[in-house]
Nanobody, 123 residues
Framework: QLQLVESGGGLVQPGGSLRLSCVAS????????IGWFRQAPGKEREGVSS????????YYVDSVKGRFTISRDNIKNTVYLQMNNLQPEDTAVYYC????????????????WGKGTLVTVSP
């Protein structure tokens, strides 16, 4: 069983930045690909970014390319999502999800989910 805990959400003005963290425990972290997903009010959950376990390749949905950066620290069992130039449409609950094995997309089905952290972008 892999446990995931997100942190780093909050209220930020348009154009601002936040860094989300996802800390994993309970299993061998390096065996899992990790993704960040978000769900805005009234919308379906969407995959935002992912990083594959085998080669560290990263993937982004078009709406965040050039603004968000995903990275992982296998020593700290942590995946980060650096979010720059945030806009109101980025407002959502952000979840990290873990998949056993490699991924090649942002929209993979996680085997494990965290409970989420709220990001609000507002003047």
């Amino acid at each position: 069983q892999l446990q995931l805990v997100e942190s780093g959400g909050g209220l930020v003005q348009p154009g601002g930045s936040l860094r989300l963290s996802c800390v994993a425990s309970g299993h061998t972290f390096t065996l899992y690909s990790i993704g960040w997903f978000r769900q805005a009010p009234g919308k379906e959950r969407e995959g935002v970014s992912s990083i594959s376990m085998n080669d560290g390749r990263t993937y982004y949905v078009d709406s965040v390319k050039g603004r968000f950066t995903i990275s992982r620290d296998n020593i700290k069992n942590t995946v980060y999502l650096q979010m720059n130039n945030l806009q109101p449409e980025d407002t959502a609950v952000y979840y990290c999800g873990a998949h056993f094995g490699m991924v090649e997309t942002t929209g993979f089905p996680p085997d494990y989910w965290g409970k989420g952290t709220l990001v609000t972008v507002s003047p």
